[in-house]
């Protein structure tokens, strides 16, 4: 923790545009001191990725120039040197890794050689000596059989044992600085918790210098020395991590930090549950949705000769009640059975077994009014707000069509009907008239939302619909399903790998792990104290923004950051 | 590289013409010709089959500009003449397959399973022979002509289109809007002509103007073998086939109609790229 190691200065790139240069990064200048993780936050489209890559002279385009600038790494400036020594300091003084290590591995590779390359390259190691170094870099990074493992290829690793194998491939050239792009974004939180953990140790025991390029600012209180804060290429705020966080300054870092979903402020949703919400198990209400020991079941594999076909249980034996005017949470990793559970219930995915009834008709005997009724009353917002829009139609045309086939309004009161409904998601009535290319990502979803609301529904499911927004949109969006919710009495089926989110907006949990559901009770109920390991481990996997609240070491069931709710006298259902 | 994360630098691609230039000069290309076919009678100098013996193998003057053929035929009226009958060659020869491509394609790629399978098998067995050799065989058993050239276009043509359509219509069933449709009870004509279709089709539309310059360059092979358009009717083709023969005595008889046979497909391929990037099939 001494001297700096990199220090960079009035850094200013602009991209040559059709109409004039366009500055990309302004003026941007931060240190990077020996053995210290820098946490660098920002929105997408903020510029910290492009920083980063204009580090080591990654530019994505040749459109891009870098205007100004010094970038001193031990008494050099990378801004001047040859681009033959730049091939030097890329992997060699200075590593990366990148969000999805998927596209980042060789594919036809195997993991061991791709280490090895790059030893062999930097430190012009023969094949033998090459071979031993990779293996042991192999076991640095968490892989159990090393040895073995060295000739494996990427496919046969889950995603977690493959970002390992990247950051090994980033630690082969024994960098001083390694430059970690949104390394966990793509990862669930239990992973997502061991690469974060990883690193750490890596730091400590090499004393390398991390650059640690994220979105989340809790996962930047638990691993980070210093944070510097980005948007619309700008450095806005930096300076020792506590300091931040605690005492913000710039206005953008107060909305950032409180946009949170691991904010004490969250567990307000708990709060609200209002005395006469309908009691889950209480003989009078009627269940909207009823599911039945549900099995759905896919097969894969095998050929029209050879046979072999394998089944695979994406959910496997689900039961569970919703009352009408309950928000359910359903969290679990990817490959969970989320998705499919919500697909089944609204009749897009096959039942294999079991029964889905909503509002009293069953989907699984009577297919065809189940269906009708499910079209009618219930509609789905879904995870990737571009992809979940017709491109070729303007909002309006998206929201009329829904209202047209359906029949639910007299043509003549169709455009009203579509301001109403812009106007309840928080959309200009302008909105009308635009396509989805030209609108934001949160823009996008809140049109989602709107064809959602068009049905006019009892039950709405939202597939991980906030999982591909910023957190300050996320928080919008997350309000505006609070406030939705609260006046309409509707019900909303809300699916996420996020759990902090979920406990703020969800009065119950489900939680799920490989099709099965492990836990369910009263949000308050699961997050302080968790019956089953696994949903303890994914609580305690959470990033909390307090620092002083570590990744894994601190005790599962945290009683005493949530406060006691006044809770209704009944057993969970 | 991850292309999230990149978001604030647009990659622009270098290109040769400005996007609306390549518009103006393509359409502008087509629309002469159109022009030159729709007043043919008013702007060609002389009748294009009138055989004047007097003026045999005239090099271009300024009486007949493009010069004259063995039979004392004015070039230039023949080729404006020409216009008429090649610009319907390439319109209706790429009209039929686009249509019947298009919906193939999207049933097959929509509804997939034995419906798909049956179709792209026919697709196999028709790529399985040469394009010339299928088209050639099928106006041999209808009898020459224009009209059974057509017929063997829409036949044949077709193949490209439908799979095409398919291969987007396949990969946009999934998508989220798709299913959004379903969940909301949009029936399947819907889904499919509305929803989907309009998405998949601007490669399609891209790929039948550069599809206009082949079936026009076919339409010059088949009249060239004495398939298409019959004698003494003009058309580009025949009359380069016409001017082999003198291609060293009176080598305008057969430059001037293969220039405009150059020039329409040039009109047509710009087009295509400037229509290819207003659809935005590169983004």
Redesign the interface.
């Known amino acids: 923790m001494s001297g700096t190691l990199l220090s960079v200065r009035d850094l200013t790139l602009t991209?040559?545009?059709?109409g004039g240069p366009r500055t990309?990064i302004d003026n941007v200048a931060f240190d990077l001191r020996e053995g210290e993780i820098l946490g660098l936050v920002g929105e997408?489209?903020?510029?910290?990725?492009?920083l980063c890559?204009s580090l080591v002279r990654l530019?994505?385009?040749l459109?891009?120039r870098m205007e100004s600038g010094a970038i001193h790494l031990q008494g050099r400036d990378l801004a001047t040197i040859s681009d033959a020594e730049m091939l030097k300091v890329r992997g060699g003084e200075i590593g990366m890794i990148?969000?999805?290590p998927t596209?980042h591995l060789d594919p036809v590779m195997r993991i061991g050689d791709q280490i090895a390359e790059g030893i062999r390259y930097h430190q012009r190691l023969g094949a033998g000596p090459a071979r031993a170094a990779a293996v042991e870099i192999l076991a640095q990074v968490g892989f159990p059989d090393p040895k073995r493992q060295y000739d494996s290829y990427p496919h046969e690793f889950s995603g977690g044992m493959r970002q390992r194998a990247m950051i090994g491939v980033a630690l082969s050239c024994d960098p001083k600085i390694l430059i970690a792009?949104?390394p966990t974004t793509a990862l669930d939180v239990t992973i997502q918790a061991q690469i974060l953990t990883l690193l750490m140790d890596i730091r400590d025991k090499r004393g390398l210098s991390i650059i640690l390029?994220t979105h989340d600012l809790g996962i930047v209180a638990q691993t980070c020395d210093r944070i510097a804060v980005m948007r619309a290429?700008r450095l806005l705020e930096q300076g020792p991590k506590r300091q931040i966080l605690s005492n913000p300054k710039d206005p953008y870092t107060i909305n950032l930090i409180s946009s949170h979903p691991s904010m004490p402020e969250g567990t307000a949703a708990a709060m609200f549950v209002p005395a006469e919400a309908p009691v889950a198990g209480l003989p009078r209400v009627k269940p909207l949705l009823e599911i039945d020991d549900l099995h759905v079941r896919f097969r894969t594999g095998g050929s029209l000769f050879k046979g072999g076909a394998k089944t695979i249980s994406a959910v496997a034996g689900v039961s569970l009640q919703v009352m009408p005017g309950e928000t359910v949470g359903i969290v679990g990793e990817s490959g969970s059975g989320k998705s499919t559970l919500a697909?089944a219930i609204?009749g897009?995915n096959e039942i294999s077994s079991g029964h889905v009834s909503f509002d009293g008709v069953d989907l699984a005997q009577q297919r065809g009014a189940g269906l009708?009724k499910?079209?009618?009353e219930?509609?789905?917002v879904?995870?990737?707000p571009y992809?979940?829009?017709?491109?070729?139609l303007t909002i309006g045309q998206t929201l009329a069509?829904?209202l047209k086939?359906?029949g639910k309004c007299p043509p003549s009161a169709i455009r009203a009907r579509v301001e109403e409904l812009l106007d309840l998601v928080g959309l200009e009535r302008e909105f009308a008239t635009r396509k989805p290319r030209s609108m934001s990502g949160g823009q996008c979803q809140r049109a989602?939302i709107a064809?959602a609301l068009a049905?006019d529904p009892k039950l709405i499911i939202a597939d991980e619909c906030v999982a591909a927004l910023d957190v300050t949109i996320q928080a919008q969006i997350i309000a505006l399903f609070r406030q939705l919710t609260e006046t309409m009495n509707l019900t909303l089926l809300f699916i996420a790998h996020d759990l902090a989110i979920v406990r703020n907006l969800c009065e119950r949990v489900i939680v799920m792990y490989r099709g099965e559901i492990v836990e369910q009770g009263r949000s308050e109920e699961i997050f302080a104290r968790p019956q089953h390991a696994y949903t303890a481990a994914l609580i305690a996997a959470i990033p909390d923004i307090d620092p002083d609240r570590p990744l894994l070491s601190r005790p599962a069931p945290r009683c005493d950051l949530l406060p006691m709710p006044v809770l209704p006298a009944e057993t969970m259902p | 590289?991850?292309v999230?994360?990149?978001?604030?630098?647009?990659?622009?691609r270098r290109r040769l013409l400005p996007r609306r230039l390549t518009l103006v000069v393509g359409a502008g290309i087509l629309l002469v010709f159109l022009v030159l076919a729709l007043t043919a009678p008013l702007v060609a100098p002389y009748d294009p089959i009138y055989q004047n013996a007097e003026v045999r193998l005239q090099p271009p003057s300024l009486a007949h500009l493009f010069g004259t053929d063995n039979f004392g035929r004015d070039i230039l009226s023949r080729v404006i003449w020409g216009a008429r009958i090649d610009l319907q060659i390439a319109v209706i020869g790429v009209l039929f397959p686009f249509l019947i491509g298009t919906t193939v394609g999207t049933v097959a790629g929509f509804f997939g399973g034995v419906v798909d399978a049956a179709f792209m098998r026919l697709v196999d067995i028709i790529l399985a022979f040469p394009f010339l050799v299928l088209m050639l065989s099928i106006i041999a058993i209808l009898g020459p002509g224009l009209g059974s050239f057509y017929i063997a276009m829409a036949l044949v043509g077709w193949v490209s289109y439908a799979r095409l359509i398919r291969a987007q219509m396949l990969v946009l069933k999934s998508?989220?809007?798709a299913?959004?449709?379903?969940?909301?009870?949009?029936?399947r004509t819907?889904i499919m002509f509305?929803?989907l279709l309009?998405?998949a089709i601007a490669g399609s539309i891209v790929f039948s103007m550069s599809d206009a310059t082949l079936v026009l360059l076919s339409g010059a092979a088949v009249s060239y073998l004495g398939l298409g358009v019959q004698p003494p009717l003009a058309e580009w083709g025949v009359m380069v086939a016409e001017g082999q023969s003198f291609i060293t005595t009176g080598w305008w008889i057969a430059v001037f109609p293969g220039l405009s046979i150059v020039t329409l497909a040039f009109g047509f391929s710009l087009l295509g790229d400037a229509l290819g990037e207003l659809l935005g099939v590169h983004e």
Do not use: C, W
């Open positions: 991209v040559q545009g059709e990309l997408s489209g903020s510029g910290k990725s492009l890559r530019l994505p385009s459109l891009i990148f969000q999805n596209s792009d949104e390029i290429g697909r609204l897009l009708a499910l079209r009618r219930a509609a789905m879904f995870q990737d992809n979940a829009l017709n491109p070729r069509e829904v086939v359906q989602g064809r049905v | 590289m991850s999230e994360t990149i978001s604030p630098a647009p990659i622009v998508s989220d809007y299913v959004a449709a379903v969940s909301l009870g949009f029936s819907r509305r929803h309009p998405n």
